[in-house]
């Protein structure tokens, strides 16, 4: 056994000059970039994407306002093309909520530029990046990309303090660890380069920063947890393109984060909530958060008679340039969300994680163009990364997110907007504390009496996950690990009411009593729609989210 791969079980072997770990933006744009570069130049390249989803896009949940800054690039006549942008934003609307029934609406002026979805010369669209995720994938595989969904990369292979590629996860394994009917050892695919696209928290990304030290002398990185429906809504309250987004109620005290509405073709709706994880009451429970938010007449009336369609929750990487750790070790690079590219102060991320992907698809293939055998770092690219847009979007809302953590949404907002309309000169903001660390114990704060839910506009959890279409088959193994499996009921229930059990949105974790009525940590992993909340906000850091057998967890539609 090493680095966790057992090296007495016989493996296929594949070899490509690069693989890519995720079929997401970052990813596909990789693999469409460097393909792009090859086929002009007729060089012979062989590119692989593996992605832990049934199909690309079943994992892929983002807001979405879109902006095609790096589509442009990448494909300018995707119209002709058919790329699923068809709902151009129209109109914005900011609100601040002050309590359950009352909101103000910020003037324009008054809106942070980097939060205007209209105007200045840019049209911008509400998407599903999901079905931009099919599209990018349609376009790569007529380039000539190897797209291999249903396959989860479990372990990276390092050789000689290098990385030569992965190992995809082992099929048909018993929960006890046994070989079912139909086993199938993990693939070993072998590349010159490996670029790590995993999204927000992904459990290889997270190996390579530690073993590396990519974050030597940044911030700790910082997460949010975004929740999100999509509804269907009469025709007469449908506006296409109209754009809200808001913050305040039900989120107080130290807890900050923001909500959006998103009215997109086809008479549908999209709701979100965002909620910072760096909240310190343990007794929060962004699910219900989430749920009774959408009561205020500021939302419900764009979603009264309506019908949900879909639930999804999924971590974010907010931190920024702050957080941003080193991208390029020996025989590889980290991208998008895996390495933390989201634009916080603008709420979006796929456009720069699509040009991380595509200034690592032509640092790759101008090292491979020109006889590299592969292995070595690639240090050129983070001089073409810190040249591009992307990073100046970056650098210019550093202190965005850390000023709301360390001043409040109010303060910190008045902060950004001050800084923002005087170009960017205030001093940068530092955030050092860690999300799983701001959690206090539960006796500091009174538990939270969250309303039951309607069955119109709120919903309880077993219907939400429901609604997910995630699946796991249940004769498998557990892919959340317990460093400590007596350390939740020992430590964080007396301490902390155990948070697992709300701070997960789809109810994995729960508290039980046994036959003596003892307290008994369960985990439901089948619930699981790998949001990684847990992986993140443990304040033990004794959860560790581990990729199941490929194709199991959610399957979004257009999310």
């Not at 920024?320 to 933390?340: Q, R, S």
């Not at 460093?483 to 155990?498: F, G, S």
Request: charged share 20%; net charge negative.
């Amino acid at each position: 056994m090493k680095n966790g791969i057992d090296n007495t079980v016989e493996r296929d072997v594949m070899e490509f000059d690069v693989v890519i770990v995720g079929a997401g933006p970052a990813g596909l744009s990789a693999a469409c970039r460097l393909m792009q570069q090859a086929n002009a130049a007729s060089h012979e390249l062989s590119v692989c994407v593996v992605e832990k989803g049934s199909e690309v896009g079943a994992h892929i949940l983002s807001g979405a306002i879109f902006e095609p800054r790096a589509l442009d690039e990448l494909f300018p006549d995707w119209a002709e093309r058919g790329a699923p942008l068809d709902t151009p934003a129209v109109r914005d609307e900011v609100y601040l909520l002050k309590d359950a029934q009352k909101a103000q609406k910020l003037p324009h002026a008054l809106v942070p530029r980097s939060m205007r979805n209209t105007g200045g010369g840019v049209t911008r669209y509400v998407a599903s990046a999901g079905n931009l995720c099919r599209w990018l994938a349609e376009q790569a595989e007529t380039l000539g990309v190897d797209v291999f969904p249903g396959f989860a990369a479990q372990h990276t292979l390092i050789e000689d303090g290098r990385v030569v590629g992965i190992v995809t996860g082992d099929m048909g394994v018993a929960a006890d660890g046994t070989p079912k009917d139909g086993h199938m050892p993990g693939m070993e695919l072998r590349a010159r380069y490996t670029l790590f696209a995993e999204g927000s928290r992904g459990h290889l990304g997270k190996e390579l920063i530690e073993q590396f030290s990519l974050d030597a002398g940044r911030d700790p990185q910082h997460y949010g947890l975004g929740l999100k429906e999509l509804w269907e809504v009469p025709a007469e309250q449908h506006e296409p393109g109209l754009v809200l987004h808001g913050a305040g109620w039900p989120l107080s005290g130290d807890t900050h984060g923001g909500w959006f509405l998103y009215h997109a073709d086809n008479r549908q709706v999209v709701v979100g909530l965002i909620v910072d994880l760096s909240y310190r009451n343990p007794w929060v429970s962004p699910f219900d958060e989430f749920q009774r938010m959408k009561h205020h007449p500021v939302l419900s009336q764009h979603l009264q008679g309506g019908k949900r369609l879909a639930y999804g929750a999924r971590a974010l990487t907010k931190g920024g340039m702050n957080c941003l750790p080193k991208m390029t070790f020996p025989g590889g690079l980290l991208l998008g969300c895996d390495a933390g590219t989201l634009n916080f102060a603008k709420i979006k991320g796929l456009h720069t994680a699509m040009k991380s992907g595509m200034v690592a698809a032509e640092s790759v293939f101008e090292a491979l163009a020109a006889g590299d055998e592969g292995g070595r770092e690639l240090t050129e690219f983070t001089a073409k990364w810190e040249a591009s847009w992307a990073w100046a979007e970056l650098k210019a809302s550093a202190s965005f997110g850390p000023a709301i953590h360390r001043y409040g949404t109010v303060l910190g907002g008045a902060y950004n907007f001050v800084n923002q309309l005087i170009g960017n000169r205030l001093p940068n903001v530092h955030d050092t504390s860690t999300d799983y660390g701001t959690l206090k114990p539960a006796a500091a704060f009174t538990p939270i009496d969250y309303p039951k839910p309607d069955g119109k506009l709120s919903f309880d959890k077993p219907s939400s996950v429901f609604l997910s279409n995630t699946n796991h088959e249940e004769n498998q193994p557990c892919h959340l690990h317990l460093a400590d499996p007596e350390l939740p009921v020992r430590d964080n229930l007396p301490e902390y009411a155990e948070p697992a059990q709300r701070y997960c949105p789809a109810g994995v974790y729960e508290i039980v009593e046994d036959s003596d009525g003892k307290p008994q940590f369960q985990i439901n992993f089948q619930n699981c729609v790998h949001c990684k909340t847990c992986d993140i906000k443990d304040p033990a850091q004794n959860i560790t989210w581990v990729a199941p057998e490929g194709g199991g967890g959610p399957n979004y539609p257009n999310m």
